[in-house]
Every structure is written in C-alpha cells, then in structure tokens.
C-alpha cells in the first residue's frame, strides 16, 4: 500500500504565496514521475507540473514563470512552490506519482487526496 499525503494549501490573497508539499509513504522501490496535477470548480482536471525521474519537468503554460516544482527522491517529497497567485489559480491541487512497489514489484498510478488552494482578496 502507497499513499499520498499532501499539505499546504490555503487562502491567499492575488499576488501572493504558497506552497504545497507531498511526500509518498510505503514499500517504494523507485518513483518515476512525480508532479501536481489541479482541478477547479466546473474543470476538468489539468496537469500543472511534471518532473519526470530524467530531469525534464513541464509546466502548464498559464503557470510557467511562477511555480517551480521540486523533487527529492530520498525523501519520496515533491513540492510545488507557487508565486504570484491569481484568482484563476484557485482549485483543488493534487499531488500524483508513478512507481514501483518493492517486493512485488508491482507498478502503481497514485493520487494524493487533494489540497485546496483558494486565491482571493
């Protein structure tokens, strides 16, 4: 069994902060893709930042140049550090990795919970 935990999320006023963080737990054998993923009210689900375990990372175009997502495969963490925020930032985050469970050796899709993030005066 591999879970998700994510923290962070919030209000904050346009212009503003946060950042949100997700770290796995489990019998992890290796990670390949970690990133976030967010949903707001009446959306679909869209990809905001991908980190793949090559090094390339993609970014929504609407967020480029504000959030920067890390990684840190010790730690099975990846965070997403949120600049600048605006109203159409709000949604609900969630954190997502691909992996292999040890042992098994079973390959696994997992979501986290979901976070909200609400952008707003």
């Known amino acids: 069994q591999v879970q998700l935990v994510e923290s962070g999320g919030g209000l904050v006023q346009p212009g503003g902060s946060l950042t949100l963080s997700c770290v796995a737990s489990g019998n992890i054998f290796s990670i390949n893709t970690m990133g976030w993923y967010r949903q707001a009210p009446g959306k679909q689900r869209e990809s905001v930042a991908i980190?793949?375990?090559?090094?390339?990372?993609n970014y929504a175009d609407s967020v480029m140049g504000r959030f920067t997502v890390s990684r840190n495969i010790n730690t099975h963490t990846v965070t997403l550090q949120m600049n600048d925020l605006e109203p159409e930032d709000t949604a609900v985050y969630y954190c997502?990795?691909?992996?292999?469970?040890?042992?098994?050796?079973?390959?696994?899709?997992?979501w986290g919970q979901g976070t909200p993030v609400t952008v707003s005066s």
């Open positions: 997502y990795m691909d992996l292999w469970v040890a042992v098994t050796v079973r390959y696994l899709e997992v």
């Open positions: 980190a793949t375990s090559t090094g390339t990372i």
